[in-house]
Antibody, heavy 122, light 110 residues
Framework: EVQLVESGGGLVQPGGSLRLSCAASGFTFSSSDMHWVRQGAGEGLEWVAAIGRGGDTYYPGSVEGRFTISRENAKNSLYLQMNNLRAGDTAVYYC????????????????WGRGTLVTVSS | QSALTQPASVSGSPGQSITISCTGTSSDVGAYNYVSWYQQHPGKVPKLIIYDVSDRPSGVSNRFSGSKSGNTASLTISGLQAEDEADYYCSSHTSSSTLVFGTGTKVTVL
């Protein structure tokens, strides 16, 4: 079955760290560009990070310098290391696969995990 | 990078057509034809319904259509159905090699 399964979420104090994982199955993970997207309770979607097949990484200004995306193709796994967490980082974090459609260079997500909840609170 | 601006809510009766706008800047929506739309039902993950401004992924109803003019993209849902009641988000590539989502629009079928 083609799926993404996130883990590693939980309660962490402000200033703390957390590492999220995403296990991929059913497709060629090493050939896929991958992303993390988050959504606060009752809020909209926010793009968090991207990593290309070759390991190139991209971040929005809101997390750059605090979050690090990485991948381990041998384990079909995607990671998000989150440091210096703030209350505003509280959200469900989704792992998402960029569509393998080679006719477009846009960043579109055709496969999502069910998400893992991160709560930053004292 | 600020979120793209969408109306908070749009409503329509069954069978009607509605349009959701997505306004950005010349650094995102206006700069590229890499605009997409996602549909999200309560408690579910987002589903891609439009990409590259106006293309539909396989299996998505042709009642969904997209367009763009300048810095504003639009999603039109024709023949509105009860199952279309959901949240809708636009997204765009940016000149900073990042991705920005819209603020989201709640569609209500009256």
């Amino acid at each position: 079955e083609v799926q993404l399964v996130e883990s590693g979420g939980g309660l962490v104090q402000p200033g703390g760290s957390l590492r999220l994982s995403c296990a991929a199955s059913g497709f060629t993970f090493s050939s896929s560009d991958m992303h993390w997207v988050r959504q606060g309770a009752g809020e909209g979607l926010e793009w968090v990070a991207a990593i290309g097949r070759g390991g190139d990484t991209y971040y929005p200004g809101s997390v750059e310098g605090r979050f690090t995306i990485s991948r381990e193709n041998a384990k079909n796994s995607l990671y998000l290391q989150m440091n210096n967490l703030r209350a505003g980082d509280t959200a469900v974090y989704y792992c998402a696969r960029e569509t393998p459609d080679t006719t477009t260079a846009g960043w579109y997500f055709d496969l999502w995990g069910r998400g893992t909840l991160v709560t930053v609170s004292s | 990078q600020s979120a793209l601006t969408q109306p908070a809510s749009v409503s329509g009766s069954p069978g009607q057509s509605i349009t959701i706008s997505c306004t950005g800047t010349s650094s995102d929506v206006g700069a590229y034809n890499y605009v997409s739309w996602y549909q999200q039902h309560p408690g579910k993950v987002p589903k891609l319904i439009i990409y590259d401004v106006s293309d539909r992924p396989s299996g998505v109803s042709n009642r969904f259509s997209g367009s763009k003019s300048g810095n504003t993209a639009s999603l039109t849902i024709s023949g509105l159905q009860a199952e279309d009641e959901a949240d809708y988000y636009c997204s765009s590539h940016t000149s900073s090699s990042t991705l920005v989502f819209g603020t989201g629009t709640k569609v209500t079928v009256l």
